[in-house]
């Protein structure tokens, strides 16, 4: 019976070590998230290129996944840069980030948005846009944001009453934007873990 529990405990092992990808660079890629065919889920696609594991968005944007929590099916993306003496996030010409609605994967609603160079028709929104928005703490203390200083910028904790497949950038709208992931009120600046929190949901 010893003998019996050994060896479907190490089969177990086996075909678990099987479906786990190989590291790309330093990070883990746990099970579901899959880099090929031969590992993970396909259907939990990331890619790893040059040693750097990132997220492929619905429109073909590559987004750096700066973190993973597999305890709760989530992991941390880069959001998108905004070049020097622009305002424009580098996903603008793509609308920003887009999730293909059929995958296993959204945008959870652990996410502070802020979004610069809006038009005014942004202030019909429920957004904070107030001169206490936490936008405002970001153009004046990151470089990055200094790029969009004197736009009108705004506001959001993305939730469930939300989509949760797209934070959109357009020109005629927004045109820039960054996240910070878990945000709490007063929150030093310096301490913002800077990210769009996805999660997925498990295999059946």
Known sequence: MVLVIFVILTLVTYVSALHVCPKCGSMEVPY?????????????????????????????FHYKIISINPCVNKFVISPPLIPKNTCYTSDLSLGGLKLDENS????????????????ESILLSPLNCSSNSFCRHYEEK?????????????????????TAHRIRVRVGGCTAYTSVVDMKSGDDIDSWNYGIELQWLPPN
């Open 104 to 119: 296993p994967f959204n945008i959870s609603t652990h996410n502070t948005v802020m979004l610069f160079n809006c038009t």
């Open 32 to 60: 579901p998230l899959s880099t090929n065919d031969n590992c993970g889920d396909p259907r939990y696609r990331v890619l790893c290129n040059n040693d750097i594991l990132q997220f492929e968005s619905a429109v073909g």
């Open 142 to 162: 990151v470089e990055e944001g200094s790029w969009c200083r004197g736009t009108l910028c705004c506001h959001f904790l993305k939730d469930s009453a939300m």
